[in-house]
């Protein structure tokens, strides 16, 4: 009676369990090991061997598709990281604001391939170019209400910008811009990076590069203080 109750109250998951503390357990029992029936999606069962090593094949497949996955992560990042080193060289040998501001733009869009940019200088903007890309706000972020919020924290936002905000930024523009990068430039003003594609710029995208970018431009634009 006793050893119909402790069968009884076995399960499934106590005997995997038991297996699991003693991995060498079908070496003891062979004729076990003979008997077991091992699962295949295909086909007819196959030994425990096989199927051991079958599943440490598809283990291995996995391992080896993240790997190549981490790689590529990491080649792109390294491509990226170069292209903000060279953007930021760049920027250092210009030797007038009006440069430093035309060759960050061009480089944004050559190099980094972005559909519009806006930097936002709270400055007067008499003796800088008139270009689409450039807005000079003399009041300073006062006369930005809405982007007061973003402006006291300070942290990049990415992905799609209220209608009003967009339309301060890209004027008639605006309806074209799926989504967006907004960055402080300091307390000199903001860069906003425009893109057609509603998924190039999200709420979880890595901002690490962005802020490097921004913060190259913010180092730049010190050198020449408004007059």
């Keep these: 009676m006793a050893e119909m109750t402790l069968k009884q109250s076995l399960t499934a998951m106590d005997v995997a369990e038991y297996l699991r503390q003693h991995p060498r357990f079908l070496e ?3 004729d076990v090991a ?5 699962p ?26 993240r790997l190549a996955e981490l790689v590529a992560i990491a080649s792109d990042n390294e491509q990226l990281m170069v292209r903000v080193h060279t953007l930021t060289v760049g920027l250092l040998r210009d030797d007038n604001l009006v440069d430093v501001l035309k060759s960050f733009v061009g480089t944004l869009q050559e190099d980094f391939h972005t559909d519009k940019t806006r930097v936002v200088l709270f400055r007067d903007g008499a003796d800088l170019p008139r270009a689409e890309w450039l ?7 006062s006369a930005l ?9 300070g942290d990049p936002a ?11 930024l890209f004027g008639a523009d605006f309806g074209q811009v799926q989504s967006t990068a907004l960055l402080k430039i300091g307390h000199t003003g903001m860069l906003a990076i425009g893109s057609h594609n509603p998924n190039r710029f999200h709420p ?12 190259a431009l ?10």
Excluded: W
Excluded at 52 to 59: I, N
Excluded at 158 to 168: F, H, I, Q, T
């Design 28 to 30: 003891h029992f062979p």
């Design 204 to 215: 979880g995208i890595g901002t690490l590069f962005l802020k490097l970018i921004a913060q």
């Design 135 to 141: 807005i000079c706000v003399p009041q300073g972020a």
């Design 158 to 168: 990415c992905g799609r910008l209220a209608p009003a905000k967009l339309a301060r």
């Design 145 to 153: 209400p809405e982007f007061a919020d973003f402006l006291q924290r």
């Design 34 to 38: 003979a008997e077991l029936v091992m």
């Design 218 to 227: 913010d180092a730049a634009i010190a050198r020449f203080p408004a007059t």
């Design 40 to 65: 295949r999606e295909n086909g007819p069962a196959a030994s425990l061997a096989v199927y051991q090593l079958e599943t440490l094949r598809a283990r291995n497949s996995e391992l080896n598709t």
